[in-house]
C-alpha cells in the first residue's frame, strides 16, 4: 500500500515538475520573440504642435526641418527675456536642460536673473 501511494505521489510530482519546465520554457520563448520584435520594429511619432506642417521623428532619425525648429524654439526661449519674466525663462531653460546639469546652470542663470532684476 505504501508503495502504490509513493509512487502515485512520485508521479504526481513528476507531472508538475514537466508542467512548470514546459510553461517556463513557453514564457521564455516568447519573451525572446517580444524582444526581438521590440527592438527591431521602427518607432514613429507624429508631432503636431503648432508649426507650419506635420513633423515625424522615428527610430532611424529625426528630420532637417524638426531639428531647425527645436533649435529655433530654443534660441528663442534663451535668448527672450526680460525682467517680468525671469522667473519662467529659468525654469524653461532648466526644463529643456540635461538633469545632470541643473545645479551649474540654476547657479548661472542665478547669477543672470540678479543682474538683470537690477536692471
Do not use: C
Request: no cysteine.
Amino acid at each position: 500500500m505504501d508503495h502504490s501511494y509513493g509512487l502515485a505521489q512520485s508521479q504526481r510530482v513528476l507531472k508538475q515538475r514537466n508542467m512548470l519546465g514546459i510553461t517556463a520554457l513557453t514564457l521564455a520563448g516568447l519573451l525572446v520573440l517580444l524582444l526581438i520584435f521590440g527592438f527591431t520594429r521602427d518607432r514613429e511619432i507624429v508631432l503636431q504642435p503648432v508649426l507650419r506642417s506635420p513633423l515625424t521623428v522615428s527610430s532611424s532619425g529625426v528630420s532637417k526641418e524638426y531639428l531647425e525648429m527645436v533649435t529655433r524654439d530654443t534660441a528663442l526661449i534663451a535668448l527672450n527675456r526680460s525682467p517680468e519674466n525671469l522667473n519662467y525663462w529659468m525654469e524653461t531653460i532648466l526644463e529643456i536642460a540635461a538633469p545632470e546639469a541643473h545645479g551649474a546652470l540654476k547657479r548661472d542663470l542665478m547669477k543672470v536673473i540678479k543682474e538683470q532684476g537690477n536692471s
